[in-house]
């Protein structure tokens, strides 16, 4: 499994990004896949991560509740993080996640994203 992840960028407080996941090398809807941040000094953490199959289930870091949405398309082999409301405690490198039961962790290489004026 490969995992590219891009749209990252410096955005003013109260903007918008939307980064994206491009995943190869199995069948990506068996796949549960999340976003992680990791700002520097600090642990990396989960942000978002939504389930495999048609993504019903979703499940969000309190610190993110209402400002992000995880979303994937099946498709398109790909899994988004739509984020708005952009606080520079955001600031961090984000990086996909896939896992699935039976199988390691993937990681993917992280996109920096910044907050600032």
């Known amino acids: 499994v490969q995992l590219q992840a891009s749209g990252g960028g410096l955005v003013q407080p109260g903007g918008s990004l939307r980064l994206s996941c491009e995943f190869s090398?199995?069948?990506?809807?068996?796949?549960?896949m999340g976003w992680y941040r990791q700002a520097p000094g600090k642990q990396r953490e989960l942000v978002a991560d939504?389930?495999?199959?048609?993504?019903?289930?979703?499940n969000y870091a309190d610190s993110v509740k209402g400002r992000f949405t995880i979303s994937r398309e099946n498709a398109k082999n790909r899994a988004y993080l739509q984020m708005n409301d952009l606080r520079a405690e955001d600031t961090a490198v984000y990086s996909c996640n896939a896992h699935r039961p039976g199988d390691i962790n993937y990681w993917g290489k992280g996109t920096q994203v910044t907050v600032s004026n």
């Open positions: 939504i389930s495999n199959g048609g993504g019903s289930r979703t």
């Open positions: 090398g199995n069948i990506f809807r068996l796949y549960v």
